[in-house]
């Protein structure tokens, strides 16, 4: 089947700053371990809270959508969280662990909104 295409097509690109950026946060861990005669015992976990958002206003091109000051960085979850047991015994080894991140800010390209 044929390949229809609208418009034309330049093998020009660009790239353009995606202006200033801030990153704030803070990330509390915690590990506690247990020696016993059945092996060593572990649970361990952590939790960050972060902030990511454009510090400055730019364009992408001409006549392109705004980014302003405050508005949130794509692909950055706001929060994240870890939490994990472990055993070990000679050379017997396992562990479980659990991973949790927030949801996160799509662009547009991406979502279509």
Request: hydrophobic share 35%; charged share 10%; glycine share 10%.
């Amino acid at each position: 089947a044929p390949v229809l295409v609208n418009g034309s097509i330049s093998p020009l690109s660009t790239t353009t700053n995606g202006g200033k950026s801030t990153y704030q946060g803070i990330e509390l861990d915690a590990q506690q371990s247990l020696d016993t005669r059945y092996g060593a015992f572990s649970l361990y976990g952590n939790i960050s809270v972060n902030k990511a958002y454009f510090s400055s206003a730019f364009s992408l091109y001409p006549g392109a959508a705004m980014v302003n000051p405050g508005m949130p960085l794509t692909y950055r979850p706001q929060h994240l969280a870890n939490i994990g047991a472990g055993w070990h015994l000679g050379s017997w080894r396992a562990e479980a662990n659990l991973h949790y991140a927030s949801s996160q800010y799509l662009p547009n390209l991406i979502t279509g909104l």
